[in-house]
């Protein structure tokens, strides 16, 4: 039986992939077999980076790929307004299309027998067994404190909800669709259709438009019975710790590990976060954004010589655009 992480990137988010892939080196392992989901074909970078690990590959397989965008496509046709929403919104089909390629995990020509699906805005920062070993009794495994949120994830608006799950369930089963491991095979083309059947008989209205690919694939595992098992509540509270850059009591130590609650975390996903920061920090612009260090510790994690001296005051990441840029973008003149 072969392990493996998935990733999915393109050269848009080079530097959080080299910093993704050195610490699955530093804290999984450097034998940890890695597949690089292609997101899209801007693969330059990524193809040259991916040539000095002998531990990485790509999946760039359009015939896969293709499946999982016509299922993808199938399901969002069955919304009473999804793609109208879109197209009026400037976009052309379905909305990130290509994060659909993550599915791609599940194909039966999927290199690795189990898995576990990582953002490339994540890094991770310790072994993965804990998370490998519950795959033996379960068939998908999360970690993360999303169903706080199910807002994210599910219209709760919608009268159809709860006729489809409980709320236990949506207490305790909705994941962040940034995390989460299970086996090759899942989600045969059989089960896709009938998925696609109970859409199409009004239960596409529980699904969230503005995060349409985490959506479809709690509504996935959720229809299906896979009965996501989630770390976060299942784990003894003195072993369970937070994973989100949102919170702000982590600790990165002398050590080089990430803590919280003077327990070493799995991993931390800086969700919500731009990649421009992560490009602009790393060539050299003093932008502040939460646990940056550990961002640039693990980004030139083998090349120190490389790494920016930050100088002068730091920016915030999330300050508000000069009178200048609010000026010119009244006028059209930028973004």
């Not at 599940?106 to 072994?127: G, N, Q």
């Not at 709320?167 to 995390?179: A, L, P, Y």
């Not at 095979?185 to 349409?212: C, H, I, M, N, T």
């Amino acid at each position: 039986m072969t392990d493996g992480i998935y990733t999915l990137a393109n050269d848009g988010v080079f530097d959080q992939l080299v910093a993704l892939l050195n610490s699955i080196e530093a804290n999984a392992g450097k034998d940890m077999p890695v597949c690089v989901i292609a997101y899209d074909q801007r693969l330059e970078r990524t193809r040259a980076e991916i040539a000095q690990r002998p531990n990485v590959t790509l999946m760039d397989d359009e015939t896969v790929f293709a499946r999982w965008e016509a299922f993808s496509t199938q399901v969002w046709q069955t919304h009473a307004h999804a793609l109208d929403t879109w197209k009026s919104q400037g976009i052309d089909g379905v909305y990130r299309l290509s994060c659909n390629h993550r599915y791609a995990a599940f194909d039966p020509e999927a290199p690795f027998d189990r898995f576990i699906y990582l953002d490339a805005d994540t890094l991770v920062l310790d072994s993965l067994d804990l998370v490998f070993n519950h795959l033996d009794h379960h068939s998908f495994v999360t970690y993360d404190f999303q169903f706080q949120h199910p807002k994210h994830i599910f219209n709760l608006e919608s009268p159809r909800l709860l006729e489809i799950f409980s709320q236990e369930r949506i207490n305790t089963e909705i994941f962040c669709s940034g995390f989460y491991a299970s086996h090759r095979g899942q989600f045969p083309a059989e089960q896709r259709d009938w998925l696609v059947s109970k859409l199409a008989e009004g239960e596409s209205d529980v699904l969230y438009l503005r995060a349409p690919n985490q959506s479809v694939l709690n509504y996935m595992t959720m229809r299906s019975q896979l009965s996501p098992h989630n770390l976060a509540i299942h784990l003894p509270a003195d072993q369970r710790t937070g994973n989100s850059v949102t919170n702000s009591s982590f600790e990165f130590r002398a050590d080089r590990h990430m803590y919280h609650n003077d327990r070493r975390m799995t991993y931390m996903h800086y969700i919500g976060l731009s990649s421009k920061l992560f490009k602009q920090i790393s060539t050299g612009e003093n932008i502040d954004f939460p646990y940056r260090d550990v961002f640039l510790h693990y980004r030139f994690l083998h090349t120190p010589n490389q790494k920016p001296t930050l100088t002068g005051k730091p920016k915030p990441y999330n300050a508000p655009p000069s009178l200048a840029k609010r000026v010119m973008r009244k006028l059209g003149l930028a973004s």
